[in-house]
């Protein structure tokens, strides 16, 4: 089976940075994806990790270490719009879907 | 245009009923999938279609029958509805199979189903 680990809730200040951490157990890892959701809304995709190392898109980075089972999502200059649900998803080699974490609920202060 | 779309967005009914949520993609996708996301945020696979061909089919009970008439459809038809049923179903498409290539998919806006 699979399993995966974010903290449930986590609080910030605008203009901010902060770290949403997620640690998976799977086997077949391949890839470890991140996706933010806004209440009512859809998940939306925000970055993939195949490999070891930092991927960053804007304001967003992901990081990932296979050896320590262990990836991060790093939100800098935080804004009130980045108040939302963050899900780590784990993809296993071969799978044709994505095995979610249970999210975290970021809230941006002022 | 919609990428992902769903209807109906939100649907209310009583115990017993059958129902349908219906899902088109128009990004040209192989890939179609349901989740459900219950009362505590947490997505869960239900089902995943390869070019109407269903590949995954994970522990949901046969009350839930998906449907593929074309690769750019997925529908999701649920018989004799439990209280437990009550929750935001989700349907997704993905450029490639397996999704592990990218990690990417594109989600609709969710049906919330309420069982009263």
């Known amino acids: 089976g699979q399993s995966l680990e974010q903290p449930s809730e986590v609080t910030a200040v605008e203009g901010a940075i902060v770290q949403i951490n997620c640690t998976y157990q799977t086997s077949g890892f391949y890839g470890l994806s991140w996706y933010q959701q806004h209440d009512g809304g859809a998940p939306t995709f925000l970055s993939y990790n195949a490999l070891d190392g930092l991927e960053e898109t804007g304001r967003f980075s992901s990081f990932l270490s296979r050896s320590d089972s262990y990836g991060y999502l790093l939100l800098q200059e935080l804004q009130m719009k980045d108040s939302a649900s963050y899900f780590c998803?784990?993809?296993?080699?071969?799978?044709?879907?994505?095995?979610f974490g249970t999210g975290t609920r970021l809230t941006v202060i002022p | 245009d919609t990428a992902v779309s769903q209807t109906p967005k939100y649907l209310v009914t009583q115990m017993g009923n059958d129902k349908s949520i219906k899902c088109e993609q128009n990004l040209g996708h192989d890939t179609m999938y349901w989740y459900k996301q219950d009362s505590k945020k947490f997505l869960k696979i239900m089902f995943s279609?390869?070019?109407?061909?269903?590949?995954i089919n994970e522990t949901v009970p046969n009350r839930f029958s998906p449907k593929s008439p074309d690769k750019a459809h997925l529908n999701l038809h649920i018989n004799s509805l439990e209280l437990g049923d009550s929750a935001v179903y989700f349907c997704?498409?993905?450029?490639?199979?397996?999704?592990?290539?990218?990690?990417?998919?594109?989600f609709g806006e969710g049906s919330r189903l309420t069982v009263l």
């Open positions: 997704a498409s993905s450029q490639v199979a397996p999704t592990s290539a990218t990690g990417e998919l594109f």
């Open positions: 279609y390869n070019n109407k061909e269903l590949i």
């Open positions: 998803a784990v993809a296993q080699t071969g799978a044709n879907n994505l095995f």
